[in-house]
């Protein structure tokens, strides 16, 4: 099943550069889904120790310093995975972002982490975005990435590697599992 | 007045003798009335009644003679026609020129004629038939015949279970869902879409930009781009 995009002025920045609205808010949906995660994660280790070591089932409160410490590890985790494999994360995907290489290629594994780390560790870099001309963020600079609106769902896309600077085609999906 | 004097002068009388007098003026309410005065009757109002057999044969017979005057008219025309060829211009052209305009007129008169009949009659004949029906129905005792449908047999005879398992309503509901949330995560992210067009005009503009942005990222294409599939996906 396919959807088009209905939207003409979304089907003209498919491939163009996110501005930082977009980018800020799937970077705060990134930031909650790794509280979720960290809190899953918490709550399932300590009752599969309580059940296996110990006669009582209580959640721990770890303190704020080591929460933070793991909240931001479990978040620079979850970024690189996502960045490392289809260029994006879940916020990413809400919002219909995705991050490649200048040269439109994906990032590299070591690439997606750094800049996992980076943007963890400073995300404030993002605000340059606005006055950089090509909406780059200090992470982006840094690293050489680009943001890049693109709505088409994994599922919908080439199941090859695809040689890259083909020009735009038919009308773009926005969810579905034919081939493109 | 005259014509209610001429025509009905006790009507007149009666009419002089209401209160407010005018009978072209319409009669105040009954509540306005003096006491022991009886109220004015509103005459009921009659509906036409609808057209019956008796019409259906009148107006058949009418566009009968419609389309009889009307082929007439085109007999004549062509007779003028002829007489045209055949006789002297200078002997029959005045005369003829007469004769052509009083058919043209007699034909459009006939015309006319035809189509009002044509109406009237597709009209009678569809309340004919619908009195018709009506009549059938009405004669038809429904409680007996519905005593002899078999419906046991017939609710015995669907399958039903077959029925439901093959309407998938899970699908049903999981695509109509699914088309929902996507059409307002595609809203959402057009509204998004818009506020970084404005943040970023807004800054150009502060800045005094003369430069455009470079938005596009060269080589990148959404349809083919490349990237790493998942196994199961390929």
Known sequence: MSRLIRNDRARQLQGQRAGIVSRGLAFAADIGIAFVVYTVLVAGVSLLWDLLFSNKVEIPTPPGWASALMIFWVLVIYLALGWGSTGRTIGKQLLGLRVVRADARPLTPRQAFVRAFLCAIFYPGILWVPFDRRCRSLQDKALKTVVVYDWIPEAARPRRMAPAATPAGPPATTSGQQGA | ?234
């Open chain 2, 1 to 234: 007045m005259s014509r209610h004097g001429k025509e009905h002068p006790d009507r007149l009388q009666e009419f002089d003798t209401l209160p407010g007098g005018d009978p072209d003026v319409p009669a105040p309410p009954a509540a306005a009335a003096p006491a022991g005065v009886p109220a004015p009757v509103t005459p009921e109002v009659v509906t036409p009644a609808a057209p019956g057999v008796v019409d259906l044969v009148f107006r058949s017979a009418r566009l009968g003679v419609d389309a009889a005057t009307l082929m007439a008219g085109e007999m004549a025309d062509f007779s003028v026609r002829v007489a045209r060829r055949v006789l002297p211009p200078a002997v029959a052209e005045k005369p003829l020129d007469t004769v052509d305009e009083r058919l043209e007129q007699q034909r459009r008169t006939a015309r006319e004629r035809g189509e009002q009949s044509v109406e009237k009659t597709k009209e009678a004949a569809s309340a004919v038939l619908n009195q018709i029906v009506v009549g059938v129905v009405d004669m038809i005792d429904m409680e007996q015949v519905v005593d002899h449908v078999p419906i046991d047999k017939i609710v015995a005879s669907v399958d039903v279970p077959a029925i439901v398992n093959e309407i998938d309503l899970g699908d049903i509901v999981r695509e109509s869902t699914t088309g929902l949330v996507g059409e307002t995560v595609d809203a959402i992210r057009v509204q998004v879409m818009g506020i970084d067009l404005w943040v970023n005009r807004v800054v150009d503009k502060v800045f005094r930009r003369k430069q455009p942005r470079q938005y596009a990222l060269d080589g990148y294409d959404v349809f083919g781009a490349e990237i790493r599939v998942p196994k199961e996906m390929r």
